[in-house]
């Protein structure tokens, strides 16, 4: 493998379940991820670090490899390891929940306590490990975003795991989603996240012929739904983060312009 190193613009990393995964586009659709590359073409690289099947316990586990750290798998523990001058973070974003907030029965359910408890220390250990002293704005941290689980069409999710992609049955509830949805809310605002409400945005309050139209499976978002989100973390950076938008007083185009050259 060449040790040959490329310059890294300033980075957006995001981080999440399989919705973060494919957030770059599934059977040829856009996907939040791909769109907010695309905003942020020239200016900062995105990169998923998203994990099919995650809950909150399974992200705390490899949270620390985003950092440039192994894990000894013999005692589950990180060890640093040199990884050369790091570009600037521009955001993180979180999206967890939506495999935590599985009905009992399913293997990846976390009871919302436990959810609490892993998504505090994940913003935590983020806040730690992205900590600058010469930063003069408010926050010395890097800015995390936070995701609520997308609403859920039960139903069609169902149909989905006993015939469309047999598997073992993983079930869900709308109910569940929003209440563990409500718990993001209430984090971000006690831990000072900015909060990207994907249940509210898709209409998880409505009707399940409503919602549906937004997700590919009953549970994983599909192009339009997906447009959706982008649109409201697009939003949510407006309102809470203008100095962070893809524009030339914020995240300015890396090089000069060829009008410019020639």
């Known amino acids: 493998m060449s040790s040959s190193r490329i310059k890294i613009r300033p980075t957006i990393i995001l981080f999440g379940d399989s919705i973060t995964e494919f957030a770059f586009g599934e059977a040829g659709q856009v996907g939040w991820g791909s769109l ?34 192994e894990i000894d798998s013999s005692n589950n523990t990180a060890n640093s390891r040199n990884m050369g001058a790091s570009p600037p973070l521009l955001f993180f974003t979180v999206f967890f929940g939506a495999n935590d907030a599985s009905l009992p029965s399913a293997r990846q359910y976390l009871s919302i306590d436990e959810y609490d408890n892993n998504l505090r220390q994940i913003i935590s250990t ?3 490990k992205t900590y600058d002293v010469t930063n003069e704005q408010k926050h010395n941290h890097v800015p995390i975003f936070l995701f609520t ?8 999710w169902d149909h989905y795991c006993t015939v469309i992609a047999p598997r073992p049955l993983s079930p869900r509830s709308n109910e569940n989603a929003k209440e563990y949805g409500t718990k993001v809310k209430q984090i971000g ?4 996240c900015s ?11 409505r009707a399940e012929d409503y919602y549906s139209q937004f997700l590919s ?8 739904g997906n447009s959706i989100v982008f ?16 524009n030339d007083n914020s995240v300015p185009l890396e090089g000069k312009l060829w009008s410019e050259l020639c």
């Open 36 to 69: 907010l590359s695309s905003a942020y073409s020239r200016r900062a690289d995105v990169l998923s670090r998203g994990f099919s099947g995650y809950n909150t316990r399974h992200a705390l586990g490899v949270l620390p490899t985003i950092f440039g750290e």
């Open 126 to 128: 983020i806040k730690r």
């Open 149 to 156: 689980p997308p609403p859920v069409a039960s139903k069609a």
């Open 189 to 192: 605002n006690e831990l000072n």
């Open 195 to 205: 909060v990207v409400d994907t249940f509210s945005l898709l209409g998880g309050q």
């Open 217 to 224: 499976d009953g549970l994983h978002l599909n192009g339009q």
């Open 231 to 246: 649109d409201g973390l697009i939003n949510v950076i407006k309102e809470n983060h203008p100095e962070l938008l893809p």
